[in-house]
């Protein structure tokens, strides 16, 4: 099979608006004739699901939450970018496109990404008439501000909560339309399978999350919009039940997987305070704007400070390295997200890290205080400084913080077309759960963006085409692909349940958690990638012989969900591996150790890695297939980043 | 002050939504003062299952407290001793050692007990859905500088805004009244000049919705804002009162 990207010819500003008058149209009185499916109400399917109701489709949609308003893109703090320019500063839709394709290390299509800076400012508009509250300034308009080294002020924010308030608007548009009978909502439901007729996406298994009911539902359409897979690493930045299950179980089904070894490492998270850790917390990246990053230069001082002998005030200016600034005196401590994680890990790699664990670095806010004043500081970062006390119980206005890199974003996820498809037709993914437009590293505030962009303005019109092109005759569950799935999925459950082992869920989570850290996180070489790839078959062996799930499968069972959820973990950190391994460069958020400039700095290979990896499913235990779909740039030139 | 310490548990175990509830005592061991109460919970469910006895279940999610899916109901009070902070975010640092440590789930009639410690919340979904939205479309609307707002009442509004939908209100107040929640989404678009087209039919429509599910009247109490994680403000409820009541005479 190749790979078709159905890039419209033309112009590149001229792309969208041309395909948009391509696309084909379903009838006004015609659409309530076409069920679709949407799995995931996050931004990205609470927008597209609102929308498809709106149109007049008939919507089921899916959370394992028990409401729509709990979706992980609540947590985001930070921001969403558009081009709107309100601050005549000089952006413009081709600046946020550009910045993007470079920020992702110009591996992503140049047509994708300039649709969503397009479709940017429409977001705007949007949420501001569902009544988002974003910041303004005095004389009533939008504020903003400029967030992750952009150069320009493009991030509209919401205080330190602007992922909730987008959601919520969402969420508010998704509610009137359950209200009006046009979208029917599936809460506390997980899906464990896509169903294809005749090659085509027909429908979904869920299993009600409160009874244990395997339930089949047939539409014409299915759109995955289930977020995020960085819980492979079982610490990171996402929430408990986020999941790759969804997406792993489209990808044995057919539908190819893009990307798979992107994974973005955020660089300012809450060190992990000991084994008892369950998830990691975000501090926001603006903080980098203020504080300083360093560690002392020696490692017996730093040994000194992890055995709380000394504090950090004790360490004369002499003592400390501001490697930050040291090693790229331009950008300082604001350079990308990937450049600041991983001089974090050397440091702390050559022992010169601090905290408990040695794995931590300060970010140092005295001189701004110095500076600006404590009352400043307190107004840019009060709540996340108090925020940091709850957890840590230290105060930051006195002694440093602590920071640490954590799995934060994958930019990997499933293949899809200009039209948001998968390889299967009538299977569509949105959101971060879909591989398009970040490329190899996200820029922040990126993701709203695009989760919005693809729920309100790309797949609304894409999925009418397909539909259009389909009869709207509708499938029964009764079709043998519905019990034929139904049974696959009772018998792993089966399977799993009378195991009855000796080690927990959560023991083999964080054994897949550390392996994938450890050889597969922030950098990489091929002697530990070839050692993942084999502890990981060997856990998952272990795993299907050894895993204890109590309980039955007719209950809520929180075990027994995890249980479904860690076994597709293990084939995905596999797959992720295979795909590190391939990619021979280093890029974005990948970086292979073999693959490095003098300085230590990531270096791209152009001329035989411009291409997206899109892994083909083969059978259980058989190589998955690599297709490569080359980048094409007409309007970029590619360069190598550099902040020195 | 030791880094480790051991508490005794008395929680609530509801196999399901049919049968009757009990407490149950548990000892926990070794707990990292570091530890979240959720971790510590963790803990106590990785030492349970291994025995063979099923764990005990809670809701949560994003554990950074802002999903609104934990919802503990500690030592009396919901979310439990710590003021603006769900359970999530609650560290085993409150709680002296060898002290016992009661937990149950929300009470109140619109909240049903699913299993153990988890209840349907459902009901303010539902709410929601009475009219806790602006009627448009996607596509077709003004720029979004054409609608300015005075920085004061966008303020305003993002305090309302705020709430995480958790329930805590419902918890804490002793008629389980649901006016703070409702309160605070009339509140945030009756402050917004978007909201005003649909404003006396809004709190019309969601306070009749909230009555339907079965939440106690408000008597002002305030416990209810006294306990809210997110410290969403009494004034949201009079805000609300003077629209409906406007609206019921109009
Ligand atoms: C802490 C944090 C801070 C962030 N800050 C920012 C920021 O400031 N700016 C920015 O642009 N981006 C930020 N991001 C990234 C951004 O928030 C996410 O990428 C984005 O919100 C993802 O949206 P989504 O709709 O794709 O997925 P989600 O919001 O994760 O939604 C996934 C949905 O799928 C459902 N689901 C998942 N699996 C299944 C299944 N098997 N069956 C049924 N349903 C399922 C879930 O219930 C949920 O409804 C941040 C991310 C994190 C973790
Ligand atoms: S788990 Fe999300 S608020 Fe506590």
Redesign the interface.
């Given at each position: 099979m190749s790979l078709d990207s159905k890039i419209p010819e033309g112009p590149l500003a001229e792309k969208w608006t041309k395909h948009k008058f391509n696309l084909k149209l379903v009838n006004p009185s015609n659409k309530r004739k076409y069920d679709i499916i949407v799995v995931g109400t996050g931004l990205a399917g609470g927008a597209a699901a609102a929308s498809f109701g709106e149109l007049g489709y008939n919507v089921k949609a899916f959370c394992y939450q028990d409401s729509p308003r709990r979706a992980h893109s609540i947590a985001a703090q930070g921001g969403i970018n558009a081009a709107k320019n309100y601050q005549n500063d000089g952006d413009s839709v081709f600046r946020l496109f550009y910045d993007t394709i470079k920020g992702g290390d110009y591996r992503s299509r140049e047509a994708n990404v300039y649709r969503l800076a397009e479709v940017s400012n429409n977001i705007i508009d949007q949420c501001v008439a569902q009544g988002v509250p974003f910041a303004r300034e005095y004389g009533g308009l939008l504020d903003n501000r400029s967030f992750g080294g952009a150069q320009v002020s493009r991030t509209f924010y919401a205080r330190g909560q602007t992922g909730q308030q987008l959601l919520l608007g969402a969420y508010s548009a998704l509610s009137r339309q359950i209200a009006a009978g046009k979208v029917t909502m599936f809460t506390r439901n997980e899906m464990l399978d896509v169903v294809i007729i005749d090659g085509k996406a027909r429908g979904i298994i869920t299993r009600n999350l409160v009874t244990g009911k395997i339930e089949s539902h047939s539409a014409h359409a299915v759109v995955l919009a289930t977020g995020g897979y960085g819980n492979v690493f079982f610490l990171s930045t996402n929430a408990m039940g986020c999941n790759g299950s969804a997406v792993w179980r489209a990808y044995k089904k057919g539908a190819f997987f893009g990307n798979p070894c992107f994974t973005q490492i955020h660089p300012t998270c809450i060190p992990v305070h000991g084994d008892q850790q369950s998830k990691l917390t975000l501090m926001s990246e603006s903080l980098r704007n203020d504080g300083r990053v360093w560690v002392p230069k020696e490692v017996t001082v730093a040994e000194k400070l992890r055995k709380r002998q000394i504090k950090p005030s004790d360490i004369s200016e002499e003592e400390r390295d501001y490697y930050l600034e040291r090693i790229y005196p331009s950008f300082g401590n604001l350079v990308p997200r990937d450049v600041a994680s991983r001089n974090a890990k050397n440091v702390c790699d050559e022992g010169k890290g601090v905290g408990e664990t040695g794995l931590a670095v300060y970010l140092d806010f005295r001189d701004a205080i110095k500076r600006d004043g404590i009352e400043v500081i307190k107004a840019k970062y009060g709540n996340l400084f108090q925020m940091y006390e709850k957890i840590t119980a230290e105060n930051p206005y006195e002694t440093p913080m602590m920071i640490y890199p954590a799995v934060h974003y994958t930019m990997g996820g499933l293949w899809v077309d200009y039209n948001l498809q998968t390889t299967i037709p009538g299977l569509f993914a949105a959101g971060e759960c879909n591989f398009s437009d970040h490329g190899a590293n996200r820029l922040g505030a990126s993701a709203l963006m695009q989760g919005l962009a693809d729920g309100y303005f790309v797949i609304p019109y894409t999925i009418g085409n397909y539909l259009a092109g389909i009869p709207n005759a509708r499938v029964s569950t009764d079709h043998p692909a519905f019990a034929e799935a139904e049974k696959e999925i009772k018998d792993r459950i089966n399977t799993l349940l009378n195991i009855k082992g000796t080690k927990t869920v959560d023991h083999f989570h964080k054994e897949l958690g550390k392996i994938m850290w450890e050889k597969c996180g922030m950098s990489r070489d091929e002697k530990r990638l070839k050692e993942a790839k084999v502890e990981i078959k060997k856990l998952r062996d272990e795993y299907w012989k050894d895993v204890k799930v109590l309980g039955v499968n007719e209950e809520l069972n929180m075990t027994l969900e995890k249980a479904l959820r860690v076994a597709d973990f293990m084939e995905l950190g596999e797959l992720m591996v295979e795909d590190a391994l391939d990619r021979k460069e280093s890029c974005g958020g990948h970086f292979r150790e073999e693959s490095q400039t003098e300085e230590g700095e990531a270096k791209r290979d152009d001329v035989n890695f411009t291409y997206v990896s899109a892994w083909e499913f083969k059978g259980d235990d058989k190589p998955a297939a690599l297709h490569k779909e080359e980048l094409v740039f007409e309007n970029v030139k590619l360069t190598q980043r550099s902040y020195k | 002050m030791e880094k480790e310490r051991n508490y005794t548990l008395k929680i609530w175990r509801q196999?399901?939504a049919q049968s009757k509830g009990a407490f149950k005592t548990y000892e926990v061991k070794n707990?990292?003062t570091?530890?979240?109460f959720?971790?510590?919970l963790?803990?106590l469910n990785?030492e349970i299952?291994?025995k063979?006895?099923?764990?005990v279940?809670f809701?949560?999610?994003?554990?950074?407290?802002?999903?609104?899916?934990c919802s503990l109901f500690i030592n009396g009070r919901p979310h439990g001793p710590e003021e603006e902070?769900t359970v999530c975010?609650l560290?085993m640092?409150t709680f002296a050692n060898g002290t016992t440590i009661t937990i149950e789930p929300w009470r109140a009639k619109a909240f049903p007990v699913?299993?153990d410690l988890?209840v349907?919340?459902?009901a303010?979904?539902r709410i929601?859905?009475?009219g806790?939205?602006?009627?448009?479309?996607?596509?077709g609307?003004?720029?979004?500088?054409a609608?300015?707002?005075?920085?004061h009442d966008?303020?305003l509004?993002?305090d309302a805004?705020?709430c995480?939908?958790c329930g805590a209100c419902v918890a804490a107040c002793k008629n389980a009244s649901a006016m703070l929640f409702v309160s605070a989404k009339v509140s945030?678009?009756a402050l917004?000049p978007?909201?005003q087209a649909e404003r006396k039919k809004r709190a019309l429509a969601m306070v009749e919705q909230m009555d339907e599910e079965g939440f106690g009247a408000c008597t002002n109490t305030g416990a209810c804002s006294a306990e809210c994680p997110k410290g969403i403000d009494l004034s949201n409820i009079a805000r609300m009162n003077r629209d409906y009541f406007t609206a019921a005479i109009s």
């Open positions: - | 196999p399901n707990i990292s570091g530890s979240s959720l971790e510590m963790d803990i990785e299952s291994e063979g006895e099923d764990p279940h809701d949560h999610d994003c554990r950074e407290g802002i999903c609104g899916m902070i975010q560290h640092r699913i299993k988890i349907d919340r459902t303010f979904d929601i859905q009475a806790g939205f602006v009627s448009i479309n996607t596509g609307v003004p720029d979004a500088n609608i300015p707002i005075a920085k966008a303020e509004a993002m805004a705020a995480i939908g945030q678009l917004l978007q909201g």
